[in-house]
């Protein structure tokens, strides 16, 4: 919920994409003016334009050598403008689900509706670049800091805290949804009689909590300290981008998954099997999709290998054929796999648990075509309805329809049986994180 409301608020206050939302409000306190973040070694995805960054828990005041009596807090600035966001929204869906229960059946009809609701009023605060140059001139960094040799030794890239938006007052964050005469609330989680019942969740942003920030890059050297003004862009494979523009927002998306996830093309059906066993058991366990993620991107960090070893049976299979696997191969295997994670990260817990029935019943490759076809019309052009082939939402059974429409609702478009379609908060990058999801589920199971 909190990822929702902080992409929300940079896509409402910097549609210029200098800020970058907060993805998790344990961790927000790690993202105040001064603090050093690390850039992961990944490219920006379609469905993730954001750099990849990792808190480091430390601050620059930590890792220089003393200097002036100077609190380095008094160097942060707070702008007095404000800005208050608002948003109330209400769906309406009417329909009926039959599921097959052994030894029974139940037929379930009603209706269903979504609202979500906050409030909150964003302030800017950060240090200006001023103080930061004299504060360059001054002091150096400290190389004998364990965290500052360790990044020297891995050549990791260093990034420092300089501009936030953080929460003026306490706000809250509502969503709820209500299902009448024994509608689903979540599918295949909770089936409820004729009665009425209301799913609420809601979240609590305390005063002063992060919820986007700005980054400057800082380059080490024998203890001096630079701060990079003008970074070089980023240049993309040829093969990536040859015939991605010709075909507009769905062309980028096709290309970058195929150009990706281009390993998994070469391997044979038993490690594909392998491959796709383990990302069934990530998308139950959030920590499991954790530790996947971190070890694979420890692949290509490390140059001098990386031993692969886990506690959980349900990754050991793969681990134990990666660990074997040449350099070279396994370097191409993580950063496959490392895409995939990414994408189901983007997915809510709801939608993994219906991809994986989606992959049971075999309809995946069918949502794949529907979800294409979704990305050919500009879901970043607001709220214009438009009409898909309604075939594609015909399936053999009505619950395997309502199934697909759930999934591709929650990525922010509301569906009709009759094929009308409705984005709601241009939810481009969200369908596209699904598309991928479809199309490397569809790769790995051997689907035509």
Known sequence: MFKKLTKFIVNEMDPGEELVPVESIAHNEHFRPLCLLIKKRKPKRIFHPDPYYQHSRFTLQDVLLPGKDTKMTECIQEDSSQFTLTKTSADQADGGLSISLDPASVELKGAASL??????????????????EALRREREINMDHSFIRQLQKRDISL???????????????????????GFKTKLYATLCAQSTREDKQSIVIPKGCTLAF?????????????????????????????DGPSLGKLGVVVTEVKYSCRIFSELSPD????????????MRDKNLLQELSQKMEKVAEQNDGCELKTDSPDLQALFSTLQHSPRDRLLQLAEGITYVLDALHELLEDQLLLLLESLKRKIVSQQLKLVEILL??????????FHVDAELLSFPHEEEQMLTIDLVELSGVQLQEDGSAVPRDQPF??????????YTLNLL???K
């Open 159 to 181: 990034y420092l805290v300089t501009e936030i938006l953080e929460a003026s007052e306490e706000a809250i964050y509502k969503e709820s949804t209500k299902a009448d005469g």
């Open 429 to 438: 990058e969200a369908v596209a994180a699904l598309f991928v999801a479809l």
């Open 271 to 282: 490690l594909l099997l392998t491959i796709l066993n383990a990302i069934k058991a990530v």
């Open 376 to 385: 050919k019309h500009g879901l970043d052009k607001g709220k214009e309805s």
């Open 214 to 242: 700005r980054t400057i890059q800082i380059h080490i050297r024998d203890g001096a300290w630079d701060l990079d003004y003008f970074p070089a862009e980023a240049v993309r494979t040829a093969a990536y981008v040859a």
């Open 445 to 447: 199971s051997g689907s």
């Open 115 to 132: 609202s979500k609701e906050f409030s909150i009023t964003p302030q800017k605060k950060g240090i200006s670049l001023e103080s930061l």
